[in-house]
Structure formats: C-alpha cells, structure tokens
C-alpha cells in the first residue's frame, strides 16, 4: 500500500470548517483514498472513501486531486466530537488486505 | 449484532498467566482483524482471518501470540505468558466481501499485565 503524510496535529474553531490534507504521491491506479478517525478510548471508525472523484456523505466531504497525489477531508461545520486522530490511508479496495494505519493527525475542535 | 462485539472490555492479569480475548464480528462479515495499540501508539496489526482462506499472521510479534475463528464468525486471541509490555487496548474489526465500505472496530480490550 502507498505511504501517506499527514500533519501531526490541526486545531479549528468550533462551527468552522476542518480541512485535513494528506499526500500521497506514490499511490497506484487501483489504489483508494480511505479516512478513518479515532475519538479517545474508542475503536476507529471508517469515514469516507474515494478513488478519483470528490465524494461527500453525512459525515464529511473529500475532495481528491485530478493527479490523485494529494487529498482533502473536509468537517464542514466541525464540532467539539470531532476532536480525534483522522487517518489517511491508501489500499485497493479489493482483495483480502489489512489496513495499515500510520500516524494520523490529531483534530482539535476549539470552542 | 448491530457492532463488533469485545469481551472482556477491560482485563487485568498478572505476567506470567495466559489470557483470551473474544470477538464477535458483524454477522455475515467475512474478514475479521486484530489490531492492538500501546498508550499513546498508533495502531498495529496483529492478524487477519478471510473466510477458509489461510490467516495472515505476520503481524503477531512473537509464538506467544495465536488467534482462532470457530465457525467463520468468532475470535479468540490468546496471549501466552503475558508479559508487562503486552499492555495495550486489543482492537478487533470485521468487513464484509465488499470491503470498499470500510471495516467496523469494536470498542476494544484493555489489557493490562501487572
């Protein structure tokens, strides 16, 4: 799976949007964009997830380059539940496979 | 269920015991994994059981450590002789074939060796 590079650590104010990048210059063709994040004491929880095209559910939005080499997750209106670790990983999304999560960036949701 | 089911939530045993750790995936998922994670640690694959299919065992740090799926549904991971620096939260999640939705974790065993 590619490696990604995430910051170690974003703050945001409450109520404003949280734009987390993450590169991922060596990702392959058949290689998806996944986020995950983790609220303390608690399992990781999948987000959303996308092969070339922007994608949006309701939880957040995800804005991929037409190069693929870089991402986006966007918390439109971030509250102080999102404070958690977001994971960015890269992996095909078939095949029997394990996640590899790397350092994340730590959310902190300001009031 | 409605989630990844883990028990126990918390175990603490004393170095030297064995222990068993107990997942109950999501009904019909497929995959099932074992992660766990030290304080302040990311997360760290132990091991990975798809339907008949051979597990991938190379996350396992040491013969210490084995996992059973009964049935294609639940997991045991057994540590062996526990040592302090097994202390971590075990975290278990389950995917069904089309893995492109994403895994569901459960909440996880705190183990603590004293």
């Known amino acids: 799976d590619a490696k990604t590079t995430q910051p170690t650590s974003m703050d945001c104010a409450e109520g404003r949007a949280a734009n987390l990048p993450c590169n991922h210059s060596?990702?392959?063709?058949?290689?998806?964009v996944y986020w995950y994040r983790q609220i303390h004491s608690q399992g990781p929880q999948y987000i959303i997830h996308g092969l070339k095209n922007n994608e949006t559910n309701e939880m957040a939005s995800l804005i991929i380059t037409e190069d693929r080499k870089s991402s986006t997750l966007i918390l439109p209106h971030a509250t102080l539940r999102d404070t958690a670790v977001y994971y960015c990983i890269v992996r095909v999304a078939e095949g029997a496979q394990k996640l590899v999560f790397g350092q994340g960036t730590r959310l902190t949701i300001n009031p | 269920g409605a989630g990844v089911s883990q028990s126990p939530s918390n175990k603490v045993t004393e170095k030297g015991k064995d222990v068993e750790l107990r997942c109950d995936p999501i009904s019909g998922h497929t995959a099932l994994y074992w992660y766990r994670q030290s304080l302040g640690q990311g997360l760290e694959f132990l091991i990975y059981f798809q339907g008949n299919s051979a597990p991938d065992k190379s996350g396992l740090p040491s013969d210490r450590f084995s996992a059973e799926r009964t049935g294609g549904s639940v997991s045991t991971l057994t540590i062996q002789r526990t040592q302090q620096e097994d202390s971590a939260v075990y975290l278990c999640a389950s995917s069904a074939r089309d893995r492109a939705r994403g895994y569901t974790f459960g909440s996880g065993t705190r183990l603590t060796v004293v």
């Open positions: 060596t990702i392959s063709g058949n290689e998806y």
